[in-house]
């Protein structure tokens, strides 16, 4: 008798009063799943863009540098 009790209480809890917070809790979850996807995918693309324009302006820096030393040396640029 008891087991049938608690079986109707889960039943109950699975009711149709039930669904929409339990779909509006996975709704939420995916959301937020999501989200923190976009937001760990936006922080690899920042970091990425980064060290693009860190490796730009080193590139840009040996290229003054060894315009600077072929000048030393006397070599024309062609």
Same mark, same amino acid.
């Given at each position: 008798?008891?087991?049938?009790?608690?079986?109707?209480?889960?039943?109950?809890?699975?009711? %149709?009063a039930?669904?929409?917070?339990?779909?509006? $809790?996975?709704?939420?979850?995916?959301?937020? *799943?999501?989200q /923190? @996807?976009? =937001?760990?995918?936006?922080?690899? %693309?920042?970091?990425?863009?980064?060290?693009?324009? $860190?490796?730009?302006?080193?590139?840009?820096? *040996?290229?003054? /540098? @060894?315009? =600077?030393?072929?000048?030393?040396?006397?070599?024309?640029?062609?």
């Amino acid at each position: 008798m008891v087991e049938d009790k608690v079986e109707m209480n889960d039943t109950e809890n699975y009711g %149709s009063a039930s669904d929409p917070k339990n779909v509006h $809790e996975l709704t939420q979850y995916v959301q937020s *799943l999501l989200q /923190n @996807i976009q =937001d760990k995918f936006q922080n690899m %693309s920042d970091q990425i863009l980064t060290r693009i324009d $860190e490796m730009g302006a080193r590139i840009d820096d *040996l290229e003054k /540098n @060894i315009g =600077d030393l072929m000048t030393q040396a006397g070599v024309e640029d062609k």
